[in-house]
C-alpha cells in the first residue's frame, strides 16, 4: 500500500528558505503525479504545485511561482518542494499527494483532492520575523 511521508517545515523569516520532502513508498513513481497542496486554517486547501508522472513536466500555481521549485530524486522516490523567498501569506500546513497518472510528461493542476489516493500528514510552515 503506497505511503507518503514529509519531513521539513518549521519557522522562517520573511525572505528565507525552506526545503519540505515527501517520500513516496509503495508506489511505482512513474505511475503517479505528486502534487503539494497547502491549507491555512479555515480555508480550503489549495493546490500550490505538481510535478509528472515521468520527465522533467512541473506547473505551479501563481501565488508561488518563481518562488517554489518542485523535483523529484533520481530514483524518483522522493519529491522536494524548494521554498525561496517566503513571506508571511506562505505561512500554513504543507501537504503532498499522489493521484494516478502514468508515464505522463506533463503535469496538470488539479485541484479536485478526491482525485489523490494518497496524501502525507501535512507539515506546518510558519514566515514570520
Known amino acids: 500500500q503506497g505511503q507518503l511521508v514529509q519531513s521539513g517545515g518549521g519557522l522562517v523569516q520573511p525572505g528565507g528558505s525552506l526545503r519540505l520532502s515527501c517520500v513516496v513508498s509503495?508506489?511505482?513513481?512513474?505511475?503517479?503525479?505528486v502534487a503539494w497542496f497547502r491549507q491555512d486554517r479555515g480555508k480550503e486547501r489549495e493546490i500550490i504545485s505538481c510535478?509528472?508522472?515521468?520527465?522533467?513536466?512541473?506547473a505551479y500555481g501563481d501565488s508561488v511561482k518563481g518562488r517554489f521549485t518542485v523535483s523529484r530524486d533520481s530514483a524518483g522516490n522522493t519529491v522536494y518542494l524548494q521554498m525561496n523567498n517566503l513571506k508571511p501569506e506562505d505561512t500554513s500546513v504543507y501537504y503532498c499527494?499522489?493521484?494516478?497518472?502514468?508515464?505522463?510528461?506533463?503535469?496538470?493542476?488539479?485541484?479536485?483532492?478526491?482525485?489523490?489516493?494518497?496524501w502525507g500528514r501535512g507539515t506546518q510552515v510558519t514566515v514570520s520575523s
Open positions: 499527494a499522489a493521484r494516478w497518472a502514468p508515464n505522463l510528461t506533463f503535469c496538470a493542476m488539479v485541484p479536485d483532492q478526491g482525485r489523490y489516493g494518497f
Open positions: 509503495g508506489l511505482r513513481s512513474t505511475d503517479y503525479i
Open positions: 510535478i509528472s508522472s515521468s520527465g522533467p513536466g512541473t
